[in-house]
């Protein structure tokens, strides 16, 4: 079983370049989140989505778009990469909110 | 807007010690609370849930009461092993806030043999 599947797993980006996040699920769940885990902050929620085609702000969205455009993908952006952004994002997917959460395994983005 | 406050660790016991770990919580409707743990290395996975006032969740011997009086869920276990250290964290999901489930920061815990 699959679950919640993120990619890639490490990156190393230059300041101000691009990329892309992946997240999968195959649980047909409707709500997927993107957090970010810093040392002594615990995990802050970035975006989060309550179905295919609904995106939604969460705790700290800026520096970040997202996509979900299929119900099984949420995609998150950056577009400009800053420092501030080095950090391990995790990709959760529940049913509903007050169901449980599956997570990633996390990315580990370092921004130099 | 809603927040968690889980106590800071590090918390260090030895093995067979008594485990309490607070956590109090700020929420506009009648929230969902859970615990989650991290193993080292991986992502979170959930440990137990309470979903209304007085329930009581539980799961390889930690248990968490849902304290509407005191918004609290504090975790315990009774006898924890050198296998229990973990990150542990605190959550809520609130139907007043979209339902978008909300973080502590994280406690974590160190069992000595």
């Known amino acids: 079983n699959a679950g919640v599947t993120q990619t890639p797993k490490f990156r190393v980006l230059k300041t101000g370049q691009s990329m892309t996040l992946l997240c999968a699920q195959d649980m047909n769940h409707e709500y997927m989140y993107w957090y970010r885990q810093d040392p002594g902050m615990g995990l802050r929620l970035i975006h989060y989505s309550v179905g295919e085609g609904t995106t939604a702000k969460g705790e700290v969205p800026d520096g970040y778009n997202v996509s979900r455009l299929k119900k099984q993908n949420f995609l998150l952006g950056l577009e400009s990469a800053a420092p501030s952004q080095t950090s391990v994002y995790f990709c959760?997917?529940?049913?509903?909110?007050?169901?449980?959460?599956?997570f990633g395994q996390g990315t580990r983005l370092t921004v130099v | 807007g809603d927040s968690v406050t889980q106590m800071e660790g590090p918390v260090t016991l030895s093995e067979e010690a008594f485990l309490t770990i607070n956590c109090t919580y700020t929420a506009t409707g009648y929230p969902s609370l859970f615990w989650y743990v991290q193993y080292p290395g991986e992502g979170l996975q959930l440990l137990l849930k309470a979903t209304k006032a007085d329930d009581k969740g539980s799961n390889k011997g930690f248990e968490a009461t849902y304290r509407k009086e005191t918004t609290s869920f504090h975790l315990e276990k009774g006898s924890v092993q050198v296998s229990d250290s973990a990150v542990y964290f605190c959550a809520l999901s609130d139907n007043n806030a979209g339902n978008m489930l909300t973080f502590g920061g994280g406690t974590r815990l160190m069992v000595k043999p």
């Open positions: 959760a997917s529940s049913y509903y909110g007050d169901t449980e959460a599956f």
